[in-house]
């Protein structure tokens, strides 16, 4: 079967009589653009990539002559549901977590019949059926949470593919403790909540045993908008031992050992290296990992952060490129410790407008001798291995070059054209630092009509987002200094102004809603702006929001301590599908 596309199957009962519609999911594909295959090949579905009508050959390329299909032959491939259950499962009671934790094992190898896309778990307490719940192919694992004292539960679960669900197991069964740990519970007690300011019975912050925690409630992986914190990976029987950030340490102990506390991947930096036209976002190792050297990261990004494209990727360093991005385009990234399921850091940039069209690289995947790139030399694979003049993450005995640990800074710094310096050029002080200067430290606020600027502002914001001088005092004088900050050390975005006449203060003091702790919602680039928009003489910050194409124009109103509502009005004659090319506005002055 030759071009498999991404393939869902829709199971449709008509009178009793089951059909499958195959349908196109580009997280389900089986096999790779670049023909690659094998071990070592993963395909965007998470397994080994196959080649559906071909070959498989021994060093992992897709093709059908007699080399190709020595190996692993895929011309009859036709995939089916899972003719055997899954195996070794067991049910155990976790006092340390107080939870249920049921484990198995894939069908056997020749019973899969495809590659297993999810299981069900059928769910039984006191022998009556609760519920069926689907699970992904990324874990073999389901935590029952809020179990009853002294109730028998039971388990049986089956395996499912493109083609179907497989036969389910004999049921597993388990009978919790007459008194459960309630003391030890790692959840939340009412409710799926979890994060930084929501704590279990232990005392620790709520997590969510293989789920993650996105907006502060727990939900399927696959499901999540944002993922703050993973718990996919999160090993439960060692929760003892490894996990001490969810064990607390006791006063006094003889334990020699120290206890291992989960930290986040650290000092995240994403930059746009222009001359070779890629992303390139490298961080540093956890500090409870540091002497790990099979830590795995990974990886979510997506093109502006409203979007609801996101790719999710898998490395085991601590760097991730990416190539053929968009100009004037914001990319966000989220980075977490996969071994270690813990918090993930963010880190965004902005392309710039115009931008090269990359040097070293070929947009087919092609490389080394006679493949030239656009600089006219042989093409590189930035971060990869070029095997066969392919482009790849596998290094194997017929790679010609590793360029893994390509220094890909230097290399773009030193393709950068030369900058020719002006001897004659002298620093000197403008008219208007000086003026600021005297500003800044002759004068007495307390004494002015009009409140003056602040020049001591450490923070300036983030500049591919509003920032600049604004009136949200409503002193017919835009002296308040007002941008977008708080992406450092993992917090949330907000809106904060520096109010005029409060020199020496924090430079945080008037802020969006719940600064800090939510989100705010910037809006479409470059479509925010400052302006008094309801007429009260202060300044509100508006922008473009809503899904495409009903979005519409949204803006902060300002009060007398902070904004007040991340919505709280539309100005009148504001435009409807605002994030059309034609809807354009100056930073300070509104809509053109």
Request: charged share 20%; aromatic share 10%; with cysteine.
């Amino acid at each position: 079967m030759k071009n498999i596309c991404n393939m869902r199957a829709i199971q449709i009962c008509i009178f009793c009589v089951s059909w499958y519609l195959v349908m196109c999911d580009p997280d389900m594909r089986v096999y790779r653009d670049d023909l690659r295959c094998g071990a070592g090949h993963m395909a965007p579905n998470g397994t080994d990539a196959i080649c559906p009508g071909q070959c498989c050959s021994a060093d992992g390329l897709c093709g059908n002559t007699d080399n190709h299909c020595n190996n692993a032959d895929y011309r009859e491939y036709t995939p089916a549901r899972p003719t055997g259950p899954p195996l070794n499962i067991t049910a155990q009671y976790l006092p340390i977590g107080n939870l249920v934790l049921v484990k198995w094992d894939p069908p056997a190898i020749n019973e899969r019949n495809a590659v297993i896309t999810h299981y069900k778990i059928t769910h039984y307490k006191n022998n009556d059926k609760v519920n069926s719940i689907k699970k992904t192919t990324s874990l073999n694992y389901f935590a029952l949470k809020y179990p009853e004292a002294g109730t028998e539960y039971g388990f049986k679960i089956s395996a499912v593919t493109v083609a179907g669900t497989g036969p389910r197991s004999q049921k597993v069964t388990i009978v919790t403790p007459d008194e459960l740990s309630i003391d030890e519970q790692i959840y939340h007690k009412d409710g799926d909540w979890c994060g930084s300011y929501t704590y279990a019975p232990n005392g620790q912050k709520a997590i969510c045993p293989g789920e993650c925690c996105s907006d502060d409630r727990c939900i399927d992986c696959d499901s999540a908008y944002i993922i703050t914190y993973d718990y996919r990976d999160l090993d439960l029987l060692s929760l003892p031992s490894v996990h001490g950030l969810l064990q607390p340490t006791t006063p006094g102990s003889n334990e020699d050992q120290p206890t291992i506390r989960l930290s986040p991947p650290a000092n995240i930096n994403a930059q746009y290296l222009s001359a070779i036209h890629l992303i390139y976002v490298s961080w540093d190792a956890p500090e409870s990992t540091k002497n790990d050297s099979n830590i795995k990261y990974n990886v979510k990004y997506t093109e502006e952060y409203w979007t609801d494209t996101t790719v999710n990727v898998e490395v085991d360093s601590n760097y991730f490129i990416l190539k053929d991005v968009w100009p004037s385009t914001h990319y966000w990234f989220w980075v977490s410790s996969k071994s270690w399921g813990f918090t993930t850091i963010r880190a965004v940039l902005r392309t710039p407008n115009g931008m090269s069209p990359g040097l070293i690289y070929r947009d087919d995947g092609m490389c080394g001798a006679g493949y030239p790139a656009r600089n006219g030399k042989d093409a590189i694979c930035p971060g990869e291995c070029c095997e066969h003049h392919r482009c790849g993450e596998r290094c194997g005995i017929y790679a010609t070059q590793d360029y893994r640990d390509l220094d890909l800074v230097a290399l773009d710094r030193s393709l950068q054209p030369p900058t020719t310096a002006n001897p004659q050029t002298t620093q000197t002080t403008s008219f208007d630092e000086t003026i600021a200067t005297t500003i800044a430290e002759d004068v007495d606020d307390t004494n002015c009509l009009i409140k003056p600027r602040r020049y001591d502002i450490a923070d300036q914001g983030m500049d591919c987002y509003f920032r600049g001088w604004a009136d949200v005092q409503g002193q017919g004088a835009s002296n308040d200094y007002c941008r977008i900050v708080g992406l450092s050390n993992g917090g949330q975005l907000y809106l904060s102004c520096a109010l005029a006449g409060t020199k020496g203060d924090s430079e945080y003091n008037y802020n969006s809603p719940d600064a800090g702790y939510e989100w705010i919602d910037i809006g479409y680039t470059d479509t925010w702006y400052m302006k008094d928009e309801d007429g009260d003489g202060k300044d509100d910050y508006c922008r473009c929001v809503g899904r495409r194409p009903d979005t519409y124009v949204s803006c902060m109103k300002a009060g007398d301590t902070g904004f007040l509502q991340m919505h709280d009005f539309t100005p009148d004659g504001a435009p409807y599908k605002c994030h059309q090319p034609q809807f354009s506005v100056n930073p300070f002055l509104g809509p053109l």
